[in-house]
């Protein structure tokens, strides 16, 4: 079989976190019953005229700037016609000739270090309705609530060379829009969504080969999947001897395979024109400026200081900056107490363990950052033990209690007290007089079992370097 390679471009839809449509004054709130957050300007009704949604402009501008875009000094909106029930107007306003941003980066790491990926484009659109068939009758319905959504179009240059750079583009992405705050980033809702374009082409060739469009694909592993069956099903089609037929797909993942939609369209069947009832969008430095002021510090940035500011591994600084959120929180702790490495494991270890059992984000956390680097202060001191600290814990995500009132309360605590431990300890020793015996000869690793029988004499409660400490010594006097 020839060598083949990838080529892939994604086109990602990003719904925005506007209170209110991009034309109208209807709320952007989901789970409404349908048809009722609609007016006459999202259903298309003749003589109704759309206003133009400055925050939706604002959002815009906000992603350009983070992925390096040229900020169009003037825009324009444009039709594209097309006939679909979920469609009221007959036509999506969208941009097409002259789009918000252009130019812009994404970096990913990769195997061989940090690639960036080309954006083509950002523009602003309007989301279509939403068709639901019935599955007991051969009936349609359309929900009108998601017409006049806000939408963000992110299209990439075909620049992504394998599926798991696919997925890394997509996810590096999602974490921007998240960090921006313009996007929840909410794939199995559809609040973020991917359609991707791909061919094959033999290794080395600068010609591209016609490609497929894939569509339906709610998560990252189902982009990864479909991605990889749609490359195996062109390479075999190819090698057959056959040609790729371009077409639109839709990836169903209880089958784990494409199903053809519709032949693929181009931009003259859409008949795009200017918006004739909507005014060109002037954008000036001044209002560029002031949303550059108020960008955050950006996922990949963050990650690269975490690494070099707190000395973390790759890996857990990219775990602690999922989120701004769970960064912040991160942050917060270390600025407390001044001991990175430990508040990064106890994050990763047990806030995960509790934030993912329970299904919520790290604001929706009973343990504040004072309260965990408390906890860790009084492991650090010897109040208490790890394995103790674990359950107290627990008991403050559950309670919202800090650890000192839940250690005092419980009446728990390591034992310190070095003239009850060396009580205990001689005991122990005289008590296995055979195992003192041989470790005195030479058997080292005994050390442990004593220790271990002290600390099981103290329910655990001893301090465990000072019991070690005072069982090497007696056994060595």
Known sequence: MKAYDTVIGLEVHAQLLTRTKIFCGCSTRSGLPPNTNTCPVCTGMPGVLPVLNRKV????????LATGCRI?????FARKNYFYPDLPKGYQITQYEHPLCEGGTIRIETGQGVK?????????????GKTIHDEKAPYSYVDYNRAGVPLLEIVSEPEITSTDEAVAYLRELRQILMYLGICDGNMEEGSLRCDANVSVKPAGSSRYGTRTELKNMNSFRNVQKALEYEIERHIGIRESGHEVVQETLLWDPSRGVTVSMRSKEESHDYRYFPEPDLVPVEIGEAWIDGLRSGLPELPFARRKRFSGQYGLPAYDAGVLTQTK?????????????????????????EVMRILNEKGIPITGLNVSPAMLTGLIALIGGGSISGSMAKDVFAEMAATGDSAESIVERRGIGQISDETELLSLAREIIDAHPDEARRYRSGKAGLLGFFVGKLMKATRGEANP??????MKELLEG
């Open 57 to 64: 402009v604002d959002f815009g501008i906000m992603l350009g």
């Open 325 to 349: 959120a769970l960064a912040d929180y991160y942050e917060e702790g270390v600025r407390l107490l001044d001991r990175p490495k430990e508040i990064s494991n106890w994050i990763m270890t």
């Open 72 to 76: 169009a000094p003037r825009c324009i």
């Open 465 to 470: 370097k000072l019991a070690s400490k005072i």
């Open 116 to 128: 960036r990926i080309g954006i083509t484009r950002i523009h602003m659109e309007e989301d279509a």
